[in-house]
């Protein structure tokens, strides 16, 4: 199965436990894969049949941008939920980042599989 990949896409939200972490935007950054057969897009070049990562990302940047999670885990989870169903997506693979969350560390975050996964 091809691959549809989103690497480093930056959106400020409100994401965290902590009381200064409620009242302050803070970056987020996602790195996506996603199945997808792009066979039917590369013979016709009609983005219409292409997963089309530009309204992915845009789509995935206004809900974080409107979220106020509190952990990561959930914002995981919600976002690989709208990729699968508002895309079609039979299987993603998202790791989120969290970056400066830890005093001395540059990032934090967590990596998660939904779906069936495709054949290597």
Not at 12 to 20: A, E, K, L, N, R
Not at 34 to 48: P, Y
Not at 58 to 75: R, V, Y
């Amino acid at each position: 199965m091809d691959r549809i990949f989103i690497t480093g896409l930056s959106v400020d939200t409100i994401i965290g436990i902590y009381d200064q972490e409620r009242v302050i935007r803070q970056p987020v950054i996602l790195d996506l894969e996603m199945s997808a057969d792009i066979s039917r897009a590369a013979q016709s070049e009609n983005v219409d049949q292409a997963l089309n990562y530009k309204t992915v990302a845009d789509f995935l940047t206004k809900f974080i941008e409107n979220s106020e999670f509190q952990l990561i885990e959930t914002m995981a989870e919600r976002v690989t939920d709208i990729v699968r169903n508002e895309f079609k997506v039979r299987w993603v693979k998202l790791t989120l980042h969290k970056p400066n969350a830890l005093p001395g560390n540059t990032d934090v975050g967590v990596i998660i599989e939904r779906g069936e996964r495709p054949n290597e």
